[in-house]
């Protein structure tokens, strides 16, 4: 059984930063894709970034060029580095990974 557990959101003004970890258990995800989602209020949940098991990375046009996503296989953690926040990206931000999901870590954006 797979448990992803998703950490590091919270309030933060416009133009601010946050980290967001995914801490996966039960598999090693060396060797799998891993990807960030998020929802926000009223709205369907989105693809906001990808990392392959190679290292590939690929992002929503929304947040192209401030958020940078990475793993580090030794520890099964992804990250989502976000910077340059907008109000916009106030959201539930989940991590995934084959049919698995977290219970999501909320990121409000305040103007």
């Known amino acids: 059984q797979v448990q992803l557990v998703e950490s590091g959101g919270g309030l933060v003004q416009t133009g601010g930063s946050l980290r967001l970890s995914c801490a996966a258990s039960g598999r090693t995800l060396s060797n799998y894709n891993m990807i960030w989602y998020r929802q926000a209020p009223g709205k369907e949940r989105e693809f906001v970034a990808t990392?392959?098991?190679?290292?590939?990375?690929y992002y929503a046009d929304s947040v192209k060029g401030r958020f940078t996503i990475s793993r580090d296989n030794a520890k099964s953690t992804v990250y989502l580095q976000m910077n340059s926040l907008k109000p916009e990206d106030t959201a539930i931000y989940y991590c995934?990974?084959?049919?698995?999901w977290g219970q999501g870590t909320l990121v409000n954006v305040s103007s």
């Open positions: 995934n990974h084959d049919q698995y």
């Open positions: 990392i392959t098991s190679s290292g590939s990375t």
